[in-house]
């Protein structure tokens, strides 16, 4: 097999892996990885913003005020307006939500954090610059990502950057 065909096939399996831990999360929890990692966000800093929140998910302000909506149309979180500065709106988790996320799976990506971190300095950056340079290959450098290992969101980040409306 030719060197080429073994990159396809080791990238067919990070996206098979990834697709699969995203199903295997909605059925379980009922959420996205998105949402998941809001939560988790939600839960180590109860009251903050959802611009905070975005910023610390890296992903953009509308796509988390997407989300917030639905976890709060599912009563997972709420939405609380500040009594002395109405602008200001902190976010809580609901005692529905606190319940999932205690028997939510794992992120996807706080399994590959503990596993990546565990490696040497140099494999981390060898790891690093070789896919930067795949990326670089695929003519993927400009695309807005955020460090999301979920198909639904990689699909809906793209979607909102060729979105014209």
Known sequence: MEKHQELLIALRKVIR?????????????????????IMLEIDKMSGVNSSQVAKSVNLSAATVTNILDRLE??????RVRDTQDKRKVGLYLTDQGKALLLNAPQALQEHFIEKFSSLAGWEQSQLLSSLERLAEMMDANEIDAAPVLELNAMNASIANKTDVS
């Open 17 to 37: 892996a990834i697709d699969l831990h995203s199903k295997h999360l909605s059925k379980t929890s009922g959420l996205t990885s998105p949402q998941l990692l």
């Open 73 to 78: 149309n599912k009563n997972l979180v709420s």
